[in-house]
């Protein structure tokens, strides 16, 4: 609810952060660490948790500053803090840009500049693309995806000071999963995104047939991408095993959308479902390759 007195609270600017999506980008950037395998440096390990949040919490910020003209025409958006009027649009500015700024010197320094760069290419992809595709393009949310995909990059490169085959691996992981976990927000909040005219999929596409197509495809190239480890000799059979039993389960969530009768309802279903698959698979990866490798 807002503050009747128009005064932001601390968790006015918290909300700013959206703090559950942001834990999203930091645990995948965990991920990427932990599955790299580095030797256990608490400092870098602080300082990698640290920066990644400062980052995610500033794009978040910043998002919500470029957008707040949209946000205060979508139901689920008006009352977010800019648009509510709880928090001046300049006073958003300077605390997400400092956050990002904190966020690159620190894991530039205690880190490293590789880290640093994805951060920055995370950073970057996030606000200087997606955000304004959302406004002209139908492929607003593939560009989202790929920066969203980033973290796991983050996490590798902090591991390992270079990229190697299972850090893209999870950078393809996280980029298909985004499509049909994204594809059932928007079909779902479709309305919405039409009410400021964003061109997206789901409102450009009323019977929602490509969507679900669409969001079929992509889960088809998620569960083959997530099979690669085991393939390549970077996990076990025992990941293998794991990965193609949450892969069939998310894969028939994105058959049943297909389904023009019951499309609402497993747009719900699917959502739910990319919500649980993502870290069985990668909860099952990392442990395999701390308990196998």
Request: hydrophobic share 55%.
């Amino acid at each position: 609810m807002s503050d009747p007195s128009g005064k932001a609270s601390f968790g006015d600017y918290l909300a700013l952060t959206k703090p559950r999506l942001s834990l999203l980008s930091v645990i995948t950037a965990l991920v990427g660490y932990a599955a790299g395998r580095p030797p256990f440096i608490p400092a870098e390990l602080i300082s990698l948790a640290l920066g990644t949040s400062l980052a995610a919490g500033g794009v978040a910020v910043l998002n919500q500053w470029l957008e707040h003209d949209t946000d205060a025409h979508m139901q689920r958006t008006a009352d977010r803090p800019i648009p509510a009027g709880r928090v001046p649009t300049g006073s958003a500015f300077v605390l997400g840009a400092l956050m990002c700024a904190a966020a690159l010197g620190l894991i530039f320094v205690k880190v490293n500049g590789l880290a640093a760069f994805f951060t920055l290419a995370t950073i970057f992809s996030y606000l200087g693309w997606y955000t304004p595709a959302k406004r002209w393009s139908r492929w607003s949310t593939e560009i989202g995806a790929l920066a969203g995909a980033f973290p796991p990059l983050i996490g590798w490169a902090a591991a390992q000071g270079q990229i190697s085959a299972l850090g893209w691996i999870l950078f393809g992981i996280l980029f298909f999963w985004q499509m049909p976990h994204f594809m059932a927000i928007a079909w779902i909040y479709r309305r919405d995104y039409a009410a400021v005219q964003f061109p997206m999929l789901p409102v450009r596409d009323e019977a929602g047939g490509w969507v679900a197509g669409w969001s079929l495809c992509n889960t088809v190239a998620l569960v083959a991408v997530s099979l690669l480890p085991t393939f390549l000799g970077l996990a076990s059979q025992w990941y293998l095993a794991a990965a193609a039993v949450a892969g069939a389960w998310f894969l028939w969530r994105a058959v049943i959308f297909l389904r023009p009768a019951t499309r609402e309802r497993a747009a719900k279903q699917l959502f739910h479902a990319s919500l649980a698959y993502l870290p069985l698979v990668l909860g099952a990866l990392v442990a395999d390759r701390v308990l196998f490798f």
